[in-house]
Each structure stands twice: as C-alpha cells, then as structure tokens.
C-alpha cells in the first residue's frame, strides 16, 4: 500500500499542475488594415516552463517582425502569482479574415484567434512622401442624430520622434466625445518603407440634426535628428526639428429622428439591444414576505451608459418594490462603446395567490438595418403561498369575524350614547366660556404717565444715561406699544435709542447729551391703531409690559 501511495502521489502532482498551467492567446485589435501589424500576446503561469513558444505554425500567414518576453510577479491574497508574457509583433500576408493558429509551449496549447485585414486605404499612398502625416477618417458618412460615429486618428511617421508628440482632443459644436480605449501604436509598409503609426478613436455622438463639419485636427512633434554631427568635437545631440501636421476637414450628413418613430418613447438609436432579468433567489418557491431581488440589464451597443433611459418600474399590487441605486458601465469595443445599465429592486410579496407581472418593453432604432424594433421581456406569473410564520393563531374561545353577541353589541351602543353626550356637553360649555371675560382688567397703579415724563425729562438735560434709561423704561410700560414698536415707525427716536445704548454700553457715556431724546419723546406721532391692553379676546396679553 505504501509503494502504491508513493507512486501515486507524483502522477496526481504532475495532473494538477497540468490543469493549472495554461497558455492563454490576446491581440490587441482584430481588425487591421493592409499593411499594418498586429501585437499578439502569449501569457503563461507555469513557472516550471523554460523556453519559449514556438513560432513556427506562424510563418506561412505572417511575418515575425519582432517578439519580447515580460516577466511578472503578482501578491494577490498573500500569495505570489508568476506570469511570463511573450508579446510577438505580426505582419500579415494576405488580406480576409486570416487565423493566428494554436502555438504550442511544452505540453500547453493556446487558442486560435481570428483577425479581419482589409485593404489599405489609398489616400496614404499619396502621403507616403512626408516624414509624418496624419489621416482623419469616420466610419461612415451619415449618422442619426444622437447616434454614434466613431473618428478615427492615424499618425504615420517614417522617422524617429521625441516624446514631446501631442494631438488636440477633437473639439465638435453640439455633439458629444467620448475616447475608445487607450492610445495604439503598431506598425505599417507603405510602398515599401516602414512607418510607425499612432491611433486614437473617439465616438461623436451629434445633438443636432443638419451638415456637421469636423474642423482639421493637428499633431506637434519634435523629430530626431539622425545626421550626422558637421563638428566631431560637438558634445550630445544636436536639437531636432518641430514639425505640425493637420489631417483633412470632414463634413458628417446628421439625419433627424425618424417620423415613424413614437413620440411617447424616449430616442434610443443603437446598432444592437439586449434585454435580460435575473432574479435572486429563483421566484419558483415564494412565500408571503421573502424578499425577492429583480435585476433588469439594458446592453445597448452604440451608445454611452449616460444615454439609456430607465427601465419600467415594478408597480403591481401585492408586491412592495424597494428599488436600488442603477449600475452604469460603459466597454469600448472595435465597434465604438456598448453602454449597459443594470437597475436592480427587492420585491416583497404581501399576499399569497398569483401575482401577475406585466410585459417589459423597449422601444428603439436600429441603425445597421435601419427600422424600428422591440425588445421586452415576457409577462410572468408569481405564485405566492402562506407564510406558516406569519399566521397568526385565534384562541378557541375568541369570536369568530361576523359573529357578534347582542349584549356586547348593545354595551358598544350605550358607550358611543354616553361619549356624544359629554363631547356636545363639553363644547357647549366651551362657546360660553369664550364669550366671558376670563380676568377683568386690573386697575392702574403706580406714577402716572405726567410723572414718568417728568423723571425722563430730567434725567436727560442732566446728560444722565443710566436715570434716563430707567425713566424711558418705566414710562414704556404704561405706553400701549412698545418702545421698539414706537423706534420702528419714528426715526428720530431710533436714532436717539441708539446714542442711548451706545452711551451705556461704551467708554463715552460721560460725554453723552440726553437733548435728542428728549425731543424725539415729546414729538413722538400718535399711534394710527392702539390696541386695548387686554385684546379683543378678553384674555389679558402673554407678556404683559
């Protein structure tokens, strides 16, 4: 048994590593002009493997220009991940749809790819003379409105450049840019010589309908300069020369949105549209209170996320919706963006029996054949039984719902009687009472008003701050209106308030003259309106003066 079990061990040892150890196959574009080179990348993680992979199969269909290995070690989860990466740069042979075939390394295979080469497109035969240029292309001349085109940016350079280069971001009135990926660079033959190239794509997204022209864009760069030094004494290289290349100006057809397109649906004009749900946990065994959650994914290619619209709510009587914040991702793909936007709702039965819902809908254009189309989900059917958990247990001696005894019928009567009786009773008393006076008015005692004047008169010719503010406090409150209420609607008696107070409450108030209020006192306007003290109410005022 132990020699079976140490025979053993190596083969199970040497067929896991087997299943771990995998070559995996990546361009970074499947479709390429004439001409032009395509990266392929090899990645493996057997760290046992020596060598490299073997080109051969290659040769018939491509040309191996160049091929580089890049090691990496990854820390994910405190455990090390070694990856070997073979980037193989490949020119094509033919055009058509060609297949990168399967390359072998040790006992692991990649897949075979396929990538489309079309023809080359003339126009850069005619600049091929030029050390750099630029083309501006669209991949079509006419586009709907708020549809997507995508422009696309090549640098040819047949000399060496700095890494000073840059290229102006597109800049289009009335329409909407977003950038396709990352910035490519790869390599093409024109007429026999070798040129670098630099792409960038963009998706332009018109808001308007009518001619859209598309202004030239230009691309700065600094050659470098590969002649050889005149003076052999000169130290480092000589500065190399700026250069500014502008591509060609571009006129774009935007067409309106169709007639025959419903005005009651928002404008969604796509190249293609898919509609998915998916439900957590499956609806097939629900009952009364589980929480059910909806997902409904929305994956629209030709637009951005930001452009689709909401999808149909859940509104069905018998289900509480509680809906979640929307989930917007954008994928650049060789055909422009495809926008997905997943809207997700927890769904709580609140009775049992089936509950129905409705049909999902969406309209939307499409734009590769051009006509109208829907794309909805069907209609389905939830059914909800008793929750056990959720009943609740009637005693046995309760009543039952509609079965009432006489006597407790006739008590319930006798209460509600009683209860009238007293309510009426109670809001009789309470009409009387608002009518009588609840306090009478309380006689006048203390200095009279001529008396109070007098105190105010003399404390300000005295130039006294603190008498006169006593007197001006006692006299306020036999007035009918308070003194801000009286400073509010006379001038001069806030401005003399205000010397008052600033006197009291500051180093100066030796120097201040009491002459002002005085006057502003004895010339006070009468009030238009004086109300009585005690309020039409009878009650006397909250905060008597």
């Not at 269909?61 to 405190?78: I, P, S, Y």
């Not at 998706?203 to 050889?228: C, E, K, R, W």
């Not at 209170?289 to 018998?318: H, I, M, Y």
């Not at 209020?517 to 309106?529: D, G």
């Amino acid at each position: 048994m132990t020699r079976f079990t140490a025979l053993l061990l190596p083969l199970l040892i040497c067929t896991a590593t087997a299943q771990a150890a995998e070559l995996i196959a990546s361009v970074d574009r499947s479709r390429l002009n004439s001409g032009e080179t395509v990266e392929l990348t090899l990645e493996s993680n057997d760290v046992t493997q020596f060598g490299k992979p073997d080109l051969t199969p290659l040769e018939p269909l491509f040309e191996v220009r160049g091929t580089r290995q890049v090691n990496q070690l990854n820390t994910l989860n405190d455990e090390n991940r070694a990856t070997t990466r073979w980037i193989i740069t490949l020119l094509p042979r033919q055009n058509g749809s060609v297949v990168i075939p399967s390359l072998q390394l040790g006992e692991v295979q990649s897949q075979p790819i396929t990538v489309q080469v079309v023809e080359s497109d003339t126009r850069e035969d005619k600049q091929s003379g030029e050390p750099v240029f630029i083309e501006a292309s669209l991949d079509q001349s006419s586009v709907y409105v708020q549809a997507q085109v995508i422009l696309t940016l090549r640098i040819y350079h047949s000399v060496s450049l700095y890494d000073d280069s840059s290229l102006t971001p597109p800049q289009i009135a009335d329409s909407r840019i977003e950038q396709l990926g990352d910035m490519r660079t790869y390599e093409k033959d024109i007429n026999g010589v070798r040129h670098g190239v630099i792409e960038m794509r963009y998706a332009i997204y018109p808001q308007h309908s009518g001619l859209l022209t598309i202004a030239p864009q230009t691309f700065s760069a600094t050659l470098v300069d590969t002649q050889p030094a005149q003076d052999a004494t000169a130290q480092g290289p000589k500065p190399g020369k700026l250069l500014r290349v502008s591509s060609s100006e571009i006129a774009l057809t935007v067409k309106p949105k169709p007639l025959t397109y419903p005005a009651d649906a928002p404008w969604l004009p796509a190249r293609s549209l898919s509609l998915s749900e998916s439900w957590n946990p499956e609806p097939e065994h629900t009952q009364v209170g589980d929480s059910l959650t909806r997902s409904l994914t929305l994956k629209v290619e030709g637009l951005a996320s930001s452009q689709l619209p909401t999808l149909p709510a859940t509104e069905v009587n018998g289900l509480r919706r509680y809906p979640d914040q929307p989930v917007l991702t954008n994928q650049s793909s060789e055909r422009g963006l495809i926008g997905s936007r997943e809207e997700r709702e927890a769904l709580v039965p609140s009775r049992s029996g089936a509950i129905e819902l409705p049909t999902v809908d969406v309209v939307w254009w499409n734009t590769f054949e051009d006509h109208l189309e829907h794309s909805s989900l069907p209609a389905r059917t939830l059914q909800v039984a008793n929750n056990p958990s959720l009943q609740v247990d009637t005693p046995a001696g309760s009543l039952q719902p509609g079965i009432v005894d006489n006597d407790t019928l006739w008590w319930w009567k006798l209460s509600t009687l009683i209860l009238a009786c007293t309510t009426l009773l109670g809001f009789g008393l309470w009409w009387r009472a608002r009518w009588q006076p609840a306090i009478h008015r309380a006689a006048q005692t203390g200095p009279s008003p001529r008396t109070l004047m007098d105190d105010i008169k003399r404390a300000s010719q005295a130039n006294d701050p603190q008498a006169t503010r006593q007197a001006l406090d006692a006299w306020a409150r036999q007035q009918p209106e308070t003194l801000a209420d009286m400073a509010a609607r006379f001038v001069p008696l806030s401005d003399a308030l205000d010397g008052l107070n600033g006197a009291l409450y500051s180093e100066t108030g030796q120097h201040w003259q009491g002459e002002d209020l005085w006057r502003a006192i004895r010339t006070i306007p009468a009030a238009e309106r004086v109300q009585d003290p005690v309020g039409d109410s009878g009650l006397p005022p909250l905060y008597p003066k």
